[in-house]
């Protein structure tokens, strides 16, 4: 059980891993991608990107400045996100960071859902054998189950309702 | 008549927390007598918060400026249009909002329990008489919409220029609804926790009350997209807000209940996790009502924090901890009638689906809280946008759709290899050419394609359900093809309707996959005269135009557009200063067809005359709103009453017992 708890969680996290960003790596930054990582200090709850686009304020408008000006020093992405960071802290980031206790933000749903597909499976398959168990009443019930035709039961839906 | 509406707020109060004692005793010790008491106090109930509301309207309506609310939310130049939307606008208002409308769900609950489930409607009715005893304690005590102030303002600060809107009165009031609704099929659970009957009674109306809290759920989130994506220009439908959150973590709960209670009428399977569902969602409605007012997160929803905050919080653990208590006790009688026989059967991929579904509410509910779980362990309140829920949801959303094909093509109990191959055979010719073709035409990435061709298995799988309905009519009853669609659909309206419901899934993320993956936008500042191009499409700005209202200012960049050298009309991208308002409001520019939508917005100006534009073309989204509707029509054929398959239903007969009439089977 344990192997395969591990198994699907590596899995799901290697999938998370790879699942591609919006961004090819190497590309210069722009003002709207940096501002879109970073979320808007003003108490909107929103990003930069999208509260200068729908209602921006000062806080926005000073942080774009910022961008603006870092960019033009010839900051990296990384370079601009580290020094806001430094700033306003971890918060003024839209994206927690995949280290440290940050890294439960990413991992914890996949591992939730693998830990439930684990119990279902496991609770399934208990049922199962206990089922085999019982030939008698299974097949009988499966095979009336397994060999009706889909449109035998298609009429009989519509013969109970008519 | 602010007083007037308090005394009808401390009375309800009063009246209904009798009225949910008095239901219990009367349901525990059938006393007929005091049932009918309780009765009687669920309708005064209503009348008064009926009473309430009206004197709040009717201050709004008075331009009442004693009133604190009524100063806050609105000014003498308010139009009439948004003065009513005052009600539910602010925090007291809308939970007198909610109130009054919890009032009238236990009036229809009442009167319906004159027909059926007749002996378990007190219990039904105590826990939601309790449940409104609590709010309007939480109103009369703690946020009171008719509170007056010392003095009386000489004029009110007016209703928020983003709330001018028509959708304040569709996105709000469908999204509280929602919310509200989900406490009826939470009551019938309880009931039949309390009162110990766990056998089917109670499945019937928590799933059709389900459906229509569902349905209303549905349109708020949808309403909020079409607002956020038109009006406010988010430049986007969906911000991943907390608040928007809220809204979302119950409905993914909703969903996997109204799967899962297939399984629990068809096989008597899944009794405790049915009770489960209905007990997450309940709370997950409790815990967004508690996340709109308690401060706890950012949000642009957000009310002001005050003493609601604890209250609300109080009560999100009280119905928890009250639920999962009884829930406990009545384990023992909670067994299922079946077992699952297999790993591949229909009662396994709902299973799959529901655990998806949770997966995902779960994952949600993780992204909104993380901030303040890393604040409490390590100080540092860690932000969680947009990116990550994009990142996080994409692969579960994925599976969800892949689900939703799957699940009707595999036969209940356990399937044969057969019964694979014979239902899997078309959805597969259908997904696996559309793949094929998408990889060859150019798609990328993989993801995409992956991607649509699910929605092309699904597509698939719903299409050969439909013709193997069609053509059993057609052979079994002389219909033609063209009137044996409409009469199976109407003669089987659950199946069907839920077949129409994940045809409206399959538009919805078909516009939601493409718009996301395949938007294009350029944002630039512009001279009069100068273009922007993106795709096929050329924007070119004309000028700036200022115009002033009686109490507003509207910047607006006049757009001239053409499309692959054609001209294609004119937009208007604006930006709006209501009253004094220093904030400004977006008007985007949007030019919306089946294939596209050309989406402009004016991010800002200089003082030469420029524009700062962003123009996006996103594809698909029309289909996102069609898609909505579309899953609306689908419940509400799903929901349509069948009035013979109630007449086979058995026929509760009416027996007295102990004083209380009750109903037997």
Redesign the interface.
């Known amino acids: 059980m344990r192997r395969w708890m591990l198994l699907s969680a590596t899995v799901l996290i290697l999938v998370l891993a790879a699942w591609p960003s919006t961004t090819a790596a190497g590309d210069p930054p722009s003002v709207h991608e940096i501002a879109s990582g970073l979320m808007c200090q003003c108490g909107c709850g929103m990003t930069v990107a999208t509260c200068q686009e729908s209602m921006p304020c000062t806080t926005s408008d000073a942080m774009v400045g910022e961008i603006q000006r870092q960019i033009s020093e010839g900051k990296s992405k990384q370079e601009i996100l580290d020094s806001f960071v430094a700033v306003y802290g971890e918060q003024v980031l839209a994206l927690p960071r995949k280290s440290g206790f940050s890294l439960a933000a990413w991992v914890t749903p996949f591992l939730v859902l693998s830990a439930g597909a684990v119990l279902i499976s496991a609770l399934v398959w208990f049922w199962a054998k206990r089922g085999a168990a019982k030939p008698e009443v299974a097949a009988a019930e499966a095979s009336s189950e397994e060999f009706r035709s889909y449109e035998e039961r298609v009429d009989q839906d519509l013969a109970l309702l008519e | 008549m602010a007083d007037l509406g308090y005394a009808a707020i401390i009375t309800a109060f009063i009246i209904s927390a009798y009225c949910a004692v008095a239901a219990f005793v009367a349901a525990r010790a059938r006393i007929n007598e005091l049932w009918l008491s309780a009765r009687n106090a669920v309708f005064v109930t209503f009348g008064l918060t009926s009473l309430a509301s009206a004197a709040l309207v009717y201050s709004f309506f008075t331009r009442d400026f004693s009133i604190a609310y009524v100063a806050e939310y609105s000014s003498s130049d308010l139009p009439a249009s948004y003065t009513l939307a005052g009600w539910w606008a602010g925090q007291a208002g809308s939970m007198l909002f909610m109130a009054w409308i919890l009032s009238l769900l236990s009036v229809i609950v009442v009167v319906q329990g004159q027909r059926q489930n007749r002996e378990m409607t007190p219990f039904v009715s105590a826990v939601l008489m309790g449940i409104l005893a609590y709010f309007l304690g939480i109103i009369a005590f703690a946020s009171n919409p008719l509170e007056k102030m010392p003095l009386a303002l000489s004029e009110g600060m007016g209703l928020n220029p983003?709330l001018r809107t028509s959708d304040m009165f569709s996105h709000p009031t469908t999204l509280l609804l929602g919310f509200s609704i989900f406490t009826v099929p939470f009551a019938f659970a309880m009931a039949a926790l309390i009162s110990g009957r766990l056998d089917d009674w109670w499945i019937h109306s928590a799933r059709r009350w389900t459906l229509i809290a569902w349905i209303f759920l549905s349109l708020g989130n949808l309403f909020g997209m079409v607002w956020a994506y038109t009006v406010?220009?988010?430049?986007?439908y969906w911000?991943w807000?907390?608040v928007e959150n809220a809204a979302f973590m119950p409905w993914l709960a909703a969903t996997a209940f109204l799967h899962s209670v297939m399984i629990q009428e068809r096989r008597g399977m899944l009794k405790l996790w049915n009770m489960v569902l209905v007990i997450i969602t309940y709370t997950l409605c409790l815990f967004g009502t508690l996340l709109t007012r308690s401060g706890m997160?950012?949000?642009?929803h957000?009310f002001a924090m005050g003493a609601v905050g604890p209250l609300l919080l109080a009560l999100t653990g009280l119905v928890l901890v009250g639920s999962l208590v009884l829930l406990w006790m009545r384990l023992p009688r909670l067994r299922s009638e079946h077992?699952?026989?297999?790993?591949v059967s229909r009662e396994?991929s709902f299973?799959?689906n529901n655990?998806?579904l949770?997966?995902a509410a779960?994952?949600v509910f993780?992204?909104t809280v993380?901030?303040i779980l890393?604040d409490a362990?390590?100080g540092?309140?860690?932000?969680?946008?947009?990116?990550?829920y994009e990142?996080?949801m994409?692969?579960?959303f994925l599976a969800l759709i892949v689900l939703m094909g799957i699940c009707p093509l595999i036969?209940?109990?356990?399937?044969?290899p057969?019964?694979l191959a014979?239902?899997f055979v078309y959805p597969l010719a259908v997904a696996m050419p559309l793949a094929l073709t998408l990889y060859l035409v150019g798609v990328r990435?993989l993801?995409a394609v992956l991607a649509f061709s699910a929605l092309g298995f699904v597509a698939g799988a719903i299409l050969l359900e439909f013709w193997?309905?069609v053509?059993?009519?057609h052979?079994?009853?002389g219909d033609s093809y063209p009137v044996a669609l409409p009469r199976?659909v109407w003669?089987?309206r659950r199946?069907y309707g839920g077949h129409i419901v994940h045809i409206g899934v399959i538009l919805l993320a078909m516009g939601i996959a493409a718009s996301h993956m395949f938007s294009t936008?350029v944002?630039k500042t512009v001279a009069p005269g100068e273009s922007i191009e993106v795709r096929d499409y050329t924007v070119t700005f004309r000028e700036l135009k200022e115009s002033a209202g009686s109490d507003s200012l509207r910047v607006t960049a006049m757009l001239d557009v053409s499309r692959g050298g054609n001209d294609a009309g004119t937009l208007e991208a604006s930006k709006r200063f209501e009253g004094n308002d220093q904030?400004?409001?977006?008007d985007v520019g949007l030019r919306s067809t089946p294939q596209e939508d050309l989406y402009v917005?004016l991010?800002?100006w200089t003082d030469d005359g420029k524009a700062i534009l962003?123009v996006a073309v996103n594809p698909l989204v029309m289909w996102i709103w069609i898609g909505g509707g579309v899953m609306v029509v689908g419940t509400l054929i799903a929901l349509w009453p069948?009035g013979?398959?109630g007449r086979r239903l058995p026929v509760l007969e009416r027996v007295p017992v102990g004083g209380l009439e009750v109903g037997r089977a």
């Open positions: 983003l406010l220009g988010w430049g986007g911000g807000d907390p997160l950012s949000s642009v957000a077992r699952l026989d297999s790993l396994a299973l799959a655990l998806v949770l997966g779960f994952a993780w992204g993380f901030p890393s362990v390590r540092v309140k860690v932000g969680v946008g947009p990116p990550f990142q996080t994409a692969p579960m036969g209940w109990r356990k399937a044969s057969e019964n014979r239902n990435p993801y193997r309905g053509r059993a009519r052979r079994g009853h199976l003669h089987n199946r936008s944002e904030q400004p409001v977006t917005i991010s800002g962003k069948d013979r398959r």
